[in-house]
């Protein structure tokens, strides 16, 4: 289980996420939704240590891990996707994927320094390697150097490195942004199967709502930084503090649904109306 507690940090004069307070189960998927600078990445930043918190906690398991390094939180089990920066660019697709299994298996099976384990450890990790990049539907590209894939193939490569380090919670950050049309199904396929082998916690960050629709369990809504609206998705996507948040309109914060945990909020500097949630 993943907790977070009052979890607030300040950029200068600018709360970009201010005491978010949430619990995520496993086997569970929630969609984190939101206008543009709502502070959604920044939400993930301060779970995987990429950012320090001004204030307040990450607990895993009973666990709080807000002073870990972000190392030290991917080895305690928060998944995050690696920046393409975290890559070994002149490596092979493969060789990437399998040094991430590698870095996962580090210390856990270790039977000694021997020609036959260090060979058969070998073996095992191309062969996990290789499952995940099937996966992923990369199988064809996995002799390629990764720095001269498209955009689309280094997309599912960030979520197959992901796969590799076979963390207890995924944090997914619009996951398919920049995907052609045949290539997010890959993607949104693989969460899928990670919701429903009930082991995982898994946040998405998405704009696209029929795709939260269909794979969110539950929707929290962040606006200015805050948790405005939290409950189940068809509940929140007809709430009027969601559309005020994505419309600006000035209806509704008074009225959220019972059902849904809301704070009043005043309207968005920038609303997107592209992002809009349909009724
Ligand atoms: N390192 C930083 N330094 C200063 N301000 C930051 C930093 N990171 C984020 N911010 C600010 O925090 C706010 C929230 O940004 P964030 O990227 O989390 O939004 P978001 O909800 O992910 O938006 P989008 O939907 O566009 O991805 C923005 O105003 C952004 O400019
Ligand atoms: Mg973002």
């Not at 996420?17 to 959604?40: D, E, R």
């Not at 390697?129 to 490569?157: F, T, W």
Request: charge should be neutral; aromatic fraction near 4%.
């Amino acid at each position: 289980m993943l907790e977070t507690r009052d979890l607030t940090i300040q950029f200068g004069g600018h709360v970009a996420v201010n005491g978010v307070s949430c619990v995520f189960q496993p086997g569970t998927l929630t969609a984190i939704v939101g206008p543009n600078g709502a502070g959604k990445t920044t939400y993930f930043n301060l779970v995987s240590g990429q950012l320090k918190a001004t204030r307040g906690q990450v607990w895993l398991n009973g666990r709080d891990i807000s002073h870990l390094s972000p190392s030290a939180r991917t080895q305690a089990g928060v998944g995050r996707a690696f920046q393409l920066t975290q890559l070994f660019p002149t490596l092979t697709v493969l060789e990437n994927v399998r040094l991430a299994v590698q870095a996962r298996c580090a210390g856990t099976h270790r039977r000694g320094l021997n020609g036959w384990s260090v060979w058969s450890d070998h073996a095992v990790l191309i062969e996990r390697a290789q499952a995940i990049l099937n996966g992923v539907a990369m199988q064809a590209q996995a002799a390629q150097v990764v720095s001269s894939l498209p955009h689309g193939d280094q997309r599912k490569l960030e979520v197959a490195l992901l796969m590799a380090l076979d963390p207890l919670v995924y944090l997914f950050d619009e996951p398919t942004a920049g995907m052609s049309a045949d290539e997010a199904p890959v993607i949104l396929d693989l969460i899928r199967q990670l919701k429903a082998d009930g082991r995982h916690t898994l946040l998405l960050v998405e704009h696209k709502m029929d795709v939260v629709r269909e794979l969110a369990d539950r929707i929290i809504v962040l606006h200015n930084g805050q948790l405005v609206a939290d409950g189940a998705p068809a509940e929140v996507m007809a709430s009027d503090v969601v559309r005020e948040a994505y419309l600006g309109r000035s209806a509704a914060a008074s009225h959220s649904l019972s059902a849904t945990r809301s704070v009043p909020s005043s309207p968005p500097e920038h609303p997107t109306p592209s992002d809009g949630v349909q009724s």
